[in-house]
Nanobody, 119 residues
Framework: VQLQASGGGSVQAGGSLRLSCAAS????????MGWFRQAPGKEREFVGV??????STTYADSVKGRFTISRDNAKVYLQMNSLKPEDTAVYYC???????????????WGQGTLVTVSS
């Protein structure tokens, strides 16, 4: 599975952005898709995950109620609302056969897209 994330940019606090992750490969629909982020000087952290069917999602407490993950046949999306300066990070999409929040369970990663939130 090859992944390409896009949609990052600069936004003021309280604003919204929608990230996309395009996937290639015939088995995309059988993978759980996760979003992670890495702020400068920090570890890459879990943001959320959606299962292969699109019916189940799990979010980190820090984004719950503000971020929403969805998917269609070829892409997975991360809708980010009520953005805060602490959401500033490079955002990565990743694919796994397992529905998980653990970074180590994701063998496939996109290249990352930068989100900057100013106060």
């Amino acid at each position: 599975v090859q992944l390409q994330a896009s949609g990052g940019g600069s936004v003021q606090a309280g604003g919204s952005l929608r990230l996309s992750c395009a996937a290639s490969g015939r088995t995309f629909s059988s993978y759980g898709m996760g979003w992670f982020r890495q702020a400068p000087g920090k570890e890459r952290e879990f943001v959320g995950v959606i299962d292969w069917s699109g019916r189940s999602t799990t979010y980190a407490d820090s984004v719950k109620g503000r971020f929403t993950i969805s998917r269609d046949n070829a892409k997975v999306y991360l809708q980010m609302n009520s953005l805060k300066p602490e959401d500033t990070a490079v955002y990565y999409c990743a694919a796994s056969r397992v529905y998980t929040a653990r970074r180590c369970d994701y063998p496939y990663w996109g290249q990352g897209t930068l989100v900057t939130v100013s106060s």
